[in-house]
């Protein structure tokens, strides 16, 4: 009984010497990075052009390795979701449009983030207006603010799903500033196309994602256009700020973009703006259009007063 019991031991012992002698070596596992995500969209593709440089300005490279970026999520996620799953890569700092975060965070987590099948894009966070964009414009330098910085596409925003053709007239008129005519009719001569450079389009506000994707003209109260809501923030009610009888031009920048807002307490006021802003854009001299805000009041399309405000 001894000597099996011996025995027994001495097979374990060459069983487990077999098997350490025929181990093989099983390398670490290296870090797996994907092309696409979820959906199909290439990762590289969600990596904005700005984010390959190594040098960035002080708004974004915060001095110790994070960078400000600007992150969006699919418009799917639920926003609560985008910024619980953004603050594991950083620190949310502000949410400046729809699933779109400022976020302070490592730059060396960029492709990481991106391989996020959350995340539909990132770039770096959009820096202060120049000078002439923030504070030496006001409407009197319109439409020149929008024609010197075609660099920036410009889009005329109106409500989504709304009936009232006016709002549609109001923007073809707009954009009718900006496009050469001929000699014969009696609106001013335009020497090139800057709709088409700028390229200028009307859309519904239900198309723009976020306030710094283009400079933009927002055509009605935030009752019926919701980014001009966002431009003017109003939380309390969607008529803040409008007056019975009263159409409104307001100029704002943000995020480096120029933002008109032409709105009014009713459709009919929202007009009354629309037509000084584009008498103003084609001959300058028909009103005395000047500072941040201005006021258009009248008991009709053709007879218009408008006083500044600031």
Known sequence: MEIKNILLILIAIVVILFLVGCRTYVEPPKNITKDVDSRGNKIEDKIYASLKRENQPSWVDNGDGTWNLMIQCYYEINTTQCRDRLQTYGEVKERIGINLFVVRANKDKIRSIAEDDYVLAIETQLGPAKPTESELIDLSNYPDFFINNESIPTRIVIPN???EIEFLISANDIISVFTPVEPHQVTPIIKRNYASLLNMKTIEDSEISNLSSANLISLG???KNKITREILENKESCLEGEIEGRGRIILTTKYGRIHVVVTGYSTKDMQKAAIVLTEYGAFSSSYDL??????VFGPNIKELDI????
């Open 161 to 163: 799903d709304e009936k």
């Open 221 to 223: 109260n935030s009752c």
């Open 290 to 295: 000047s500072g941040y805000e201005v006021h």
């Open 307 to 310: 006083s500044r405000i600031r």
